[in-house]
């Protein structure tokens, strides 16, 4: 018997409706090319720090960090009734196929069963980018053995037991901390969750402390023999270095510098010179494909969708067989997709939408862009539409996502945008001015498709024809007034583009060099889900126009925990090394080694942190970090330092709060651990 494990019961459906007369029964299609069963994502889950041993169901400081030696899982009650349908398919199997998603979690939540079941039956990986019938029958017959997977399923289980070091252990450890300063609630911590939520912290401070900054530029207009043209002035770099009219980002910050030069330029003589004059061609490529992070991004900026109404979306069209899986890191597609453009841009032709629909029958199938590369594949491809027509009932949110994959696929078929960049020098009065200017050639897939480019402040259409050493007459200058604005709030989709683009957000110059080509934190899976828990837990709050800001908790807890865990550094590295482990460079142990050595660290550190001292609390006089706890010793009720042991102030008790004034009130001068009082021992054991 040939069995098909799918990732979700809707995939199940898809697949069995391929393999042809279809017989559903409970847990299970029976076909005539085999059985299909399915999971509910993963059914398995790590087990809780208690299943290890009991005693850590308190949570205690002189405990952490916890590590296992024998990693264990359980099956989640929700889907037991499921797991053991597929155990009793599994045990008549001959053959298995692995139908999970095309991705790290899609291989391990199948890998997990099977290797929870002890499964030695020989297995087979169909990889499924899209659920209409052309994609699975394409699929089903190139299937790969599961062991070539080996590697994106260590990769996978990384990511998953070095979720649960960070978390089991940072959250209990920070929570802890916190409590010592009287916040009585959970801190959770996460890998990417934690990095993701300092970058709105620091993004909010930066707005907070801005202070606008006035800065002038000037530009000139010169005469040349074929027409006027302006060029803005160009101070040197030795100027800009040695001089306090300019800050630190080289901007000219004091007018009467600026206007000393304006007088120096329009006096006589007012000859100048084209030092130099340089044209080549450029040209541009068409935009890529969307991957899910692109897509989120540009679904925020042109619609205001949030990364998790974008997936949702892009979730359902998969289910509905019009676009490819919407899980995707990658942006572009392999050859052997090449011949369905045809198919599909039929399809798409369609459209009620006359903008979408000039561009895709003007559409050119021989054109092959940048996006047909097979070394740029893994395990999946960009978003696409499928060969399967626009059909049935969509939703208006749906519909605009299907726009824009529909727009970014159909982009591939018009011809590149190539213009000549001509950049000019001018020399005039010892200073240099610099314009550029250009002239469209082919005008190729901008005629259709508007896509914002960068436009330099020296640049300009219509340069007249010139030459080096060509002379030129200097007319006027005009300056230039403008203000810095402060950095503008995340909102969820810029923060998804953050995520994605973290190496800017690191704090060390030669890790972000090493990062700057890396996946980002995080996955396309989960950094929608990441923004969402955050702000469900209320560590993040939405204003206006979708803007995320920070709560008073959330700076709590970032201002507590040390650089390692608040900046992207560690965690986008980690990233990086396990997309490399699914690519079989270094191994499950070594990286886990590594996470094992933080999460000590880190817990150590948690000892000595410093939570801001909630409100309603007495704070400790001596060392003025902790709070003054009410305990009860072996010989009655007193009052001690919750930062104890560091801290040994202790104060007896009077009528319920602590007495400083008492002669019998202890401070950290003396042995805490060996002073009687009441007549007894105080001991550690009093502050568990």
């Known amino acids: 018997m040939k069995l098909y494990i799918a990732e979700k019961p809707s995939m199940a459906r898809e697949i069995a409706a391929c393999l042809g007369k279809t017989q559903p029964s409970r847990g299970f299609i029976k076909t005539s090319g085999g059985i299909v069963t399915w999971l ?12 290890y041993d009991q005693k850590y169901k308190i949570w205690r400081t002189e405990d952490l960090p916890i590590i296992p030696t024998v990693w264990k899982m359980e099956i989640n009650p929700n889907t037991v ?16 196929i692995h139908a999970g998603d095309p991705d790290r979690e899609g291989q391990l939540l199948v890998d997990e069963v099977l290797d929870f079941l002890g499964n030695k039956k020989p297995v087979k990986r169909i990889l499924l980018n899209a659920l209409d019938e052309t994609s699975i029958r394409r699929a089903n017959s190139d299937l790969r053995d599961n062991a070539d997977f080996f590697n994106l399923k260590q990769s996978a289980l990384a990511r998953s037991r070095a979720d649960w070091l960070i978390g089991m252990n940072l959250s209990r450890a920070y929570t802890l901390a916190a409590k010592k300063s009287g916040n009585n609630f959970l801190f959770p911590i996460g890998r990417v969750k934690t990095p993701t939520l300092a970058l709105v912290v620091r993004r909010e401070r930066e707005i907070e402390n801005f202070k606008p900054i006035d800065f002038y530029q000037i530009f ?3 005469q040349h023999a074929n027409g006027i043209f302006p060029a803005q002035w160009k101070p040197s770099e030795n100027f800009i270095k040695n001089s306090d009219a300019f800050d630190k980002e080289g901007r000219l910050i004091k007018k009467s510098v600026a206007e000393e030069f304006l007088k120096k330029f329009s006096a006589a003589p007012l000859e100048g010179e084209i030092s130099s004059c340089e044209t080549s061609e450029k040209k541009e490529s068409q935009p890529l494909p969307f991957s899910l992070s692109a897509l989120q991004i540009a679904a925020g900026k042109t619609f205001g969708y949030t990364p998790k109404q974008v997936l949702a979306a892009a979730q359902s069209l998969y289910e509905k067989k019009l676009t490819t899986y919407p899980r995707s890191d990658c942006q572009f597609l392999p050859t052997t997709q090449f011949k369905d453009a045809g198919k599909i841009l039929a399809h798409l032709s369609r459209t009620r939408d006359e903008n979408l629909k000039n561009l895709i029958t003007r559409a050119d199938t021989k054109i092959k862009s940048r996006a047909w590369n097979n070394s740029k594949i893994s395990a999946h491809h960009a978003i696409i539409p499928t060969t399967k027509p626009l059909t049935g009932t969509i939703t208006e949110i749906e519909k605009n996502i299907y726009k824009l994959i529909a727009k970014n696929y159909a982009v591939q078929f018009h011809p590149l945008h190539i213009y000549d960049e001509t950049v000019v020098a001018v020399s005039y009065k010892e200073e240099i001015f610099s314009v550029r200017g250009k002239t469209v050639k082919q005008n190729g897939w901008r005629e259709f498709y508007i896509a914002t480019r960068a436009k330099t402040e020296d640049e300009i259409e219509n340069l007249p024809k010139m030459k080096k050493g060509d002379v030129v007459t200097y007319k006027k200058s005009e300056l230039k007034k403008s203000t810095t604005k402060p950095p503008v709030r995340f909102t969820a989709s810029t923060l998804v583009q953050g995520m994605k683009n973290i190496h800017k957000y690191v704090k060390n110059p030669e890790v972000q060099k090493q990062l700057k080509d890396v996946y980002g934190i995080g996955t396309e899976a989960t950094r929608a889900q990441i923004i969402d828990d955050l702000i469900q837990r209320k560590f993040l709050k939405v204003l206006t126009k979708k803007s995320l800001q920070p709560t008073e908790k959330a700076y709590m807890l970032i201002d507590a925990l040390p650089d390692e865990m608040t900046y992207p550094d560690s ?3 980690w990233e990086d090394k396990l997309h490399s482990m699914s690519e079989g460079e ?23 942190a410093e939570f801001k001292i909630a409100e309603g609390f007495e704070i400790c006089p001596r060392c003025q970090k902790g709070i003054m706890v009410k305990r ?13 042991p560091a801290c040994k102030m202790t104060a007896q008790d009077k009528n319920g709060k602590p007495d400083f004034e008492s002669k019998k009130t202890f401070s950290s001068g003396e042995n805490f651990g060996e002073k009687k009082f009441f007549g007894g021992i105080i001991s550690s054991a009093d502050f568990q």
């Open 81 to 96: 009734d499921q797991f053991n349908i597929v155990k009793k398919l599994i045990d008549k199997a001959d053959e298995i």
């Open 571 to 573: 965690t986008a590295i």
């Open 632 to 644: 009860k010793g072996k010989h009655g009720e007193f009052w001690g330092c919750s930062k104890y």
């Open 40 to 51: 509910f994502g993963h059914v398995l889950k790590q087990v809780d720090p208690e299943f």
């Open 586 to 608: 270094g191994t499950l142990e070594n990286f886990l080694q590594g996470q094992e050595k933080f999460v000590t660290a880190l817990c150590h550190k948690a000892e000595t």
């Open 220 to 222: 000139s207009q010169f």
